[in-house]
Nanobody
Framework: QVRLVESGGGLMQAGASLTLSCAVTDPTNGVYTMAWFRQAPGKDREFVAA????????NYADSVKGRSTISKDPSKKTVYFQMNSLKPEDTAIYYC?????????????????WGQGTQVTVSS
């Protein structure tokens, strides 16, 4: 089965940059799209960014567009999320997700595989 493990979270200062990593097992077996979601306390889980593993096409939420990058290594065993100009409102648990669908579909129901999440806390 596909397994996802996130890393890179922690306590950050406003204005700083972060890099999150998601290690994925057997990404070519039933996985075509990977994405990052985040969930703040008391709020619904929201889409952040997605990447198609086949062609590398990307999709970003408006809240992070222009200051973030989702990418993958050539082996497709690791997906990264980089974001600069961190704000306190970026504080959330960040989840890595994977699915067998087109990268443009970002509803949580399309993703069959989820990591356990990594906490990102941005202080002012």
């Amino acid at each position: 089965q596909v397994r996802l493990v996130e890393s890179g979270g922690g306590l950050m200062q406003a204005g700083a940059s972060l890099t999150l990593s998601c290690a994925v097992t057997d990404p070519t077996n039933g996985v075509y799209t990977m994405a990052w979601f985040r969930q703040a306390p008391g709020k619904d889980r929201e889409f952040v960014a997605a990447i198609g593993l086949r062609g590398g096409m990307t999709n970003y939420a408006d809240s992070v567009k222009g200051r973030s990058t989702i990418s993958k290594d050539p082996s497709k065993k690791t997906v990264y999320f980089q974001m600069n100009s961190l704000k306190p409102e970026d504080t959330a648990i960040y989840y890595c997700a994977a699915g067998a669908h087109h990268y443009a579909y970002i509803d949580t129901d399309y993703f069959a595989h989820w990591g356990q999440g990594t906490q990102v806390t941005v202080s002012s």
